[in-house]
């Protein structure tokens, strides 16, 4: 289950799509849709091609395929109905804070065994705490969500060395340096005495990084 429609959705949805899994939503502003069919690659490019080149809204996804139902999200509302819905596998890629404790425990209510975060903070504190104590599969958006900025780094490499990798010499790279960003995660969490928790371990990691860079280069 995926929220937001936009890049990062759109591209969570293609690599669930080529991992085997089932996409069944999209999101924005306005509500969600929900395909119990699966939205295949040939729906995710209608997806596509409605978001980056018509500007269109999501409900225009049930419109175009009937089976699928389209749902408002009333503005204020303390649950987002998207939340309710039952899936193995969360992927909030939307917004921040879009995932309130209410919301996590519905998930968890609903047979959710892993949330990974595509947006910067979608899930609150107190979502945050619930998918931790329930030790589900969590990747935190500091960990979870720093494909992006690799990207731009890789994207910075070729520019300063006049190279042109293809798309796939990209992935790999990315893919490699998602993997370490997990190894990261994983040891400094059993380091600092909290095993298991990626919160912990993205949180810490990261600070250290930084702090290691500015010793390095004297700051402090």
């Given at each position: ?31 969600f ?32 395929y ?41 998930l ?14 979608p ?30 780094g ?15 010499e ?42 290691d ?8």
């Amino acid at each position: 289950m995926i929220s937001g429609s936009g890049n990062v959705a759109q591209y969570a949805a293609e690599k669930v799509l080529q991992l085997g899994g089932k996409v069944m939503t999209f999101s924005d502003s306005n509500g969600f849709i929900i395909d119990e069919e699966g939205i295949d690659e040939k729906k995710l490019a209608f997806v596509k091609d409605l978001k980056n080149v018509r500007r269109g809204r999501i409900k225009e996804y049930a419109d175009k395929y009937p089976k699928a139902a389209y749902k408002a999200i009333e503005a204020g509302a303390r649950c987002n109905p998207l939340w309710q819905i039952k899936c193995d596998v969360a992927l909030p890629s939307a917004t921040q804070n879009e995932v309130n404790g209410d919301d996590a425990a519905n998930l968890l209510k609903n047979g959710c065994v892993c949330v990974s975060e595509g947006a910067n903070m979608p899930s609150t504190p107190e979502a945050i705490k619930i998918f931790v104590e329930s030790k589900i599969l969590y990747g935190p958006a500091k960990a979870a969500n720093a494909g992006g900025v690799a990207t731009s780094g890789l994207e910075m490499s070729q520019n300063s060395m006049r190279l042109s990798w293809s798309r796939e010499e990209v992935d790999r790279r990315l893919h490699d340096i998602m993997i370490n960003i997990h190894r990261n995660c994983v040891e400094t969490a059993a380091k600092y005495g909290t095993p298991g928790n990626y919160v912990n371990g993205a949180n810490i990691a990261g600070f250290i990084k930084v702090a290691d860079a500015m010793m390095d280069q004297g700051i402090v």
